[in-house]
T-cell receptor
Framework: AQKVTQAQTEISVVEKEDVTLDCVYE???????LFWYKQPPSGELVFLIR??????QNEISGRYSWNFQKSTSSFNFTITASQVVDSAVYFC?????????????FGPGTRLSVLP | DAGITQSPRHKVTETGTPVTLRCHQT?????MYWYRQDPGHGLRLIHY???????DKGEVSDGYSVSRSKTEDFLLTLESATSSQTSVYFC???????????FGQGTRLTVV
């Protein structure tokens, strides 16, 4: 069965510091999809990125970047020059191919606090 | 924003009463999900649907049932609410298996 681990329960940084959120996953499928979501204090879940298992290119979007390494089953998320507005809970998720698409599993989340 | 609405947004109910939460979408997406969110557990899948009248259990389905009689509506029923079901419930929709999910605003349910 698939599993997502986010070992960092809470992280606190000072504004403008860089921070990396770790995500380690387990799956027996060769085709799968990885996701990151953000949940700000207001409570909604905001989709950030999706990555396919067959595409190991790193992704950069503004201050956000993602490092996908199949060899270590990791999909880490880095925020460069963090801002107070980045304070949120961040979830990593995994979806396997097949089986009617029900396999959409989330990690426990990492709470990021960015202090001014 | 994805057209997904949850109702009610907040509810307080008594132990032993049945409760139904509604998820309504305007996107005509095939897949719909119900999750519960609790501190330290992230989002845990309760039930999901892959089509009208096609549903199956997730990781934490005990005490919950679902129905999907129309593409746009996915109902979650707590047959006899217990205090352990106090949680925030999220509905999600996906157009396909390879895509991201879009979430509703959540329903905060308190069982007293």
């Amino acid at each position: 069965a698939q599993k997502v681990t986010q070992a960092q329960t809470e992280i606190s940084v000072v504004e403008k510091e860089d921070v990396t959120l770790d995500c380690v996953y387990e799956t027996r499928d060769t085709t799968y999809y990885l996701f990151w979501y953000k949940q700000p204090p207001s409570g909604e879940l905001v989709f950030l990125i999706r990555r396919n298992s067959f595409d190991e290119q790193n992704e950069i979007s503004g201050r956000y970047s993602w490092n996908f390494q199949k060899s270590t089953s990791s999909f880490n998320f880095t925020i460069t020059a963090s801002q107070v507005v980045d304070s949120a809970v961040y979830f990593c998720a995994l979806s396997e191919d097949g089986n009617y698409g029900q396999n959409f599993v989330f990690g426990p989340g990492t709470r990021l606090s960015v202090l001014p | 924003d994805a057209g997904i609405t949850q109702s009610p947004r907040h509810k307080v109910t008594e132990t032993g009463t049945p409760v139904t939460l509604r998820c309504h979408q305007t996107e005509n997406h095939r897949y719909m999900y119900w999750y519960r969110q609790d501190p330290g557990h992230g989002l845990r899948l309760i039930h999901y649907s892959y089509g009208v009248k096609d549903t199956d259990k997730g990781e934490v389905s005990d005490g919950y049932s679902v129905s999907r009689s129309k593409t746009e509506d996915f109902l979650l029923t707590l047959e006899s609410a217990t205090s352990s079901q106090t949680s925030v419930y999220f509905c999600a929709i996906r157009p396909g298996q390879k895509t991201e999910a879009f979430f509703g605003q959540g329903t905060r349910l308190t069982v007293v």
